[in-house]
């Protein structure tokens, strides 16, 4: 099996948690003897190339982020650029996500569910898991370590059935947390939490708070 896979984040490849995700499901890919070329949609100067990759293989892999709980704008953009191609192609998704509850990632899959009957190709099915946040800050070994997961999900991949497998589907994790969990996350966001993301936006160069209103209204 040979598969284009397409990273529909608008970051930067260097700083996408997507990025480090695709390399980690490339590898059990291979491991069972399948092939890949990965390309970026964050540079625009290369849409050509990708819409050309996408255009002469039929099996196509588009992972993604989830933002807004959807799909990125600039990825939209990109989609409307696709021609209409057959069934031959099949088109499957890695929808991620920075909150970890599966249930905030189902409206961005319901939409990719459709997407491939609009485009006229088949649908590989959509693997989503959240949790993703803090990926592309942690140090190279506990990167490796929290996306090795998605090397089980490249090796199942391989094996043909797309998405559609149990094994996939769980791979989701909590569909919600239980509400103790809840309560507690909560009032870590409104404390610790404000002051740690305080910090990690001080040490990328913030000077204001993170609520400081730019325009009053
Ligand atoms: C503009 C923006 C909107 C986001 N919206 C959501 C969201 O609605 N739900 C969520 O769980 N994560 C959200 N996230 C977090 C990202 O999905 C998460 O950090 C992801 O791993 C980023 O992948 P990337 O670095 O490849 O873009 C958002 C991030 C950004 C920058």
């Given at each position: ?102 249930c905030q990632l189902r409206c961005g899959e319901e939409f990719l569910a459709k997407l491939p ?83 990690a936006a001080a040490s990328w160069g913030c000077s204001v708070p993170l609520d400081e209103k730019?325009?009053?209204?």
């Amino acid at each position: 099996m040979h598969v284009v896979i397409i990273n529909g984040s608008p970051r930067v490849r260097k700083y996408s948690n997507t990025e480090k995700i695709i390399a980690a499901f490339a590898k059990g890919l291979s491991e069972k003897g399948g092939t890949f070329e990965t390309y970026t949609i964050s540079d625009r100067n290369t849409w050509d190339i990708i819409r050309d990759a996408y255009i002469k293989n039929d099996e196509i892999l588009i992972a993604l982020p989830l933002y807004v709980e959807c799909v990125p704008g600039l990825l939209l953009e990109f989609l409307e650029t696709l021609p209409r191609k057959d069934e031959y192609t099949r088109l499957s998704f890695l929808l991620q996500s920075g909150f970890a509850e599966g249930c905030q990632l189902r409206c961005g899959e319901e939409f990719l569910a459709k997407l491939p009957g609009y485009l006229g190709v088949r649908y590989g099915g959509c693997l989503v898991k959240g949790d993703n946040f803090g990926i592309r800050i942690l140090g190279e070994e506990k990167q490796a370590q929290v996306t090795k997961p998605y090397q089980a999900m490249g090796e199942l991949f391989a094996e043909g059935d797309g998405f559609f497998r149990e094994e996939a589907k769980k791979f989701t994790g909590p569909e919600y947390f239980p509400l103790p969990v809840r309560l507690i996350v909560g009032l870590i966001f409104k404390t610790l939490g404000k002051k740690m993301f305080q910090k990690a936006a001080a040490s990328w160069g913030c000077s204001v708070p993170l609520d400081e209103k730019v325009w009053e209204v």
